[in-house]
C-alpha cells in the first residue's frame, strides 16, 4: 500500500449515487484513503510533494464490486470440485485469479464460499499483507449445507471426502449455531447458506428447500450476534421466500423467483444478487465439454427464468447488488454481465451503480468503497468514452488503481 501522498489528476470523475460527472477533478490520496477532493482550478500540491497519476482524457469510476465470486480453486467444472487438489494448488490458483479480478477493474469482492474451508480467509490475509495483489475480500469461509445439499463436494460414488471440504455441513440448529461461530471466528465475514438445490452439484433440485425456516432463521440470529451478514443462495419460488422472510442481507440467484417472493423481498429490503450472465457460459462450455445432461437441463431451466424474474424484482422495487458468480466462468470476465443487466431492464448507470455504491451498501461496506469520496479507499477504474452510455466499455479499462497503486495501465499514447 501507498504511504506517500498521492494526487490523482485530471479526467472526469462519475458519482454513481447522482449519476454526475465532474471535470477535472484531483484526488489527494494519503494511506490509500481519499484525503480531499479538489474542484477545476483549485490548486494542486507543489511539484515534487506528491505522487501523481495523470487521469486526463479518461472517464474515472469507483472501482468495481463483484458480492458474488469464488476466487478459490479452478473452474467448478459441474459440481466436481477439487478433490484430487491439495490446498497448496487451490491457494495459487486463488492467487492467479485475484490478480485477474482485479485487473478487470473489480477492487472489492464478496467471496462466497470455498469447498475447502477457511480458505479465502488465507488469500484475503495474503493480500491484505501485500503478498498477493488481488481485490478486497469479504470471505465466506465455506458453503453451509445441509449433508447431500448443494453445497456438497459431490465426487464419484464411493470417493471419500475428506473433512476440511465438509466444513459447512449441517444437520440441526445446534450445528448450525456452532458452523456459524466456527466460520466467523475463523475469519469469515459474511454467511454463506445453500438454501436449495444447486444448478452445478449433481442430486440436488433447484427447487427443493433444503434448509427451511428454522435453520435460516438460527443462522441468521447467530450471524447478526456476531456482526456479519448473510447470503443465501436460493434458486426456487419457496427457498427464496424462506430465506427473505428469515432476514438474511442478500438472496443469490433468485432463479424462479415468483410474486411472493418478490413483495417478500421488498418487504424485508433483501438485495437480490442475480448471476445473469453465467449462464450462457455454463451452456456453451458444457455442451463443449460433454457435461451431464441433467445439469444442462437445469442450467438451461433457470437462466432466462431468472432473466425474466430479475426484470420482475427491478420494476417492483427489489434492491440489486451486482455479483456474477465468477469461478463458474473464467475470472476477469466479472464486467460482462453489465450488459445483461442492462438487456434485462436496467438503464446504464443503474447497472453501474450496482456494481459500486449499491453493492457496497449489501456489503455494509459504504464507509470504505464504492464511491469516490472523502475517507474511502482510492480504488477506482478508468476507461475511454462514456460508460453511462454504453457499460460495455467496462470489460476494457484503461487504468484500474487500488487505495492509490496502479494495478493496471493500458492506455494509449497521447498525441
Ligand atoms: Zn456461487
Not at 23 to 38: C, F, H, S, T, Y
Request: aromatic letters at 4%; one cysteine or more.
Amino acid at each position: 500500500m501507498a504511504t506517500d501522498l498521492l494526487l490523482v489528476n485530471g479526467g472526469r470523475f462519475l458519482d454513481p449515487a447522482t449519476g454526475a460527472w465532474q471535470p477535472d477533478v484531483g484526488l489527494i490520496v494519503r494511506d490509500g484513503r481519499i484525503e480531499a477532493i479538489l474542484g477545476p482550478g483549485e490548486p494542486r500540491p507543489a511539484d515534487g510533494a506528491a505522487r501523481v497519476i495523470d487521469l486526463a482524457g479518461l472517464s474515472v469510476l469507483p472501482g468495481l464490486i463483484d458480492a458474488h465470486a469464488h476466487l478459490i480453486g479452478r473452474l467448478e467444472f459441474a459440481g466436481i470440485p477439487a478433490i484430487d487438489e491439495t490446498a497448496e494448488t487451490e491457494l495459487a490458483a486463488g492467487v492467479a485469479n485475484a490478480l485477474a479480478t482485479l485487473r478487470a477493474g473489480f477492487t472489492t469482492v464478496r467471496d462466497v464460499g470455498t469447498y475447502r474451508g477457511l480458505l479465502d480467509v488465507e488469500l484475503r490475509r495474503r493480500i491484505e499483507r501485500g503478498e498477493v495483489s488481488g481485490p478486497r475480500m469479504q470471505c465466506a469461509g465455506a458453503m453451509i449445507t445441509r449433508p447431500g445439499g448443494g453445497g456438497e463436494v459431490t465426487g464419484e460414488p464411493g470417493v471419500a471426502i475428506p473433512p476440511e471440504l465438509r466444513l459447512g455441513v449441517v444437520r440441526d440448529a445446534a450445528d448450525m449455531r456452532r458452523t456459524v461461530t466456527r466460520l466467523v471466528e475463523g475469519g469469515a465475514d459474511v454467511i454463506k447458506l445453500i438454501v436449495t438445490g444447486a444448478v452445478l452439484t449433481r442430486g440436488t433440485a433447484v427447487d427443493d428447500v433444503e434448509l427451511e425456516a428454522p435453520l435460516v432463521e438460527v443462522a441468521v440470529r447467530t450471524a447478526t450476534e456476531l456482526g456479519v451478514f448473510v447470503a443465501a443462495h436460493a434458486h426456487g419460488a419457496r427457498g427464496i421466500r424462506v430465506a427473505a422472510k428469515s432476514g438474511v442481507r442478500s438472496v443469490e440467484h433468485g432463479s424462479l423467483i415468483d410474486d411472493a417472493g418478490i413483495t417478500a423481498m421488498v418487504a424485508h429490503e433483501t438485495w437480490l444478487v442475480a448471476d445473469l450472465y453465467d449462464g450462457d457460459w455454463i451452456d456453451e462450455i458444457g455442451r463443449r465439454d460433454g457435461w451431464p445432461a441433467a445439469t444442462l437441463e437445469k442450467n438451461a431451466a433457470t437462466t432466462q427464468a431468472q432473466r425474466d424474474g430479475f426484470g420482475r424484482a427491478l420494476r417492483a422495487g427489489v434492491r440489486m447488488a451486482y455479483g456474477t458468480d465468477s469461478g463458474v466462468y473464467p475470472h476477469g470476465l466479472n464486467a460482462r454481465q453489465l450488459a445483461y443487466l442492462v438487456r434485462y431492464g436496467m438503464r446504464p448507470i443503474e447497472a453501474i451503480r450496482a456494481a459500486t455504491v449499491d453493492a457496497a451498501e449489501c456489503l455494509g461496506w459504504s464507509d470504505r468503497v464504492g464511491r469516490l469520496a472523502v475517507g474511502r479507499f482510492a480504488d477506482f477504474v478508468a476507461v475511454y468514452g462514456d460508460p453511462t452510455v454504453d457499460v460495455t466499455l467496462l470489460e476494457r479499462p484503461a487504468v484500474v488503481g487500488k487505495g492509490g497503486d496502479i494495478v493496471r495501465d493500458d492506455r494509449r499514447p497521447r498525441d
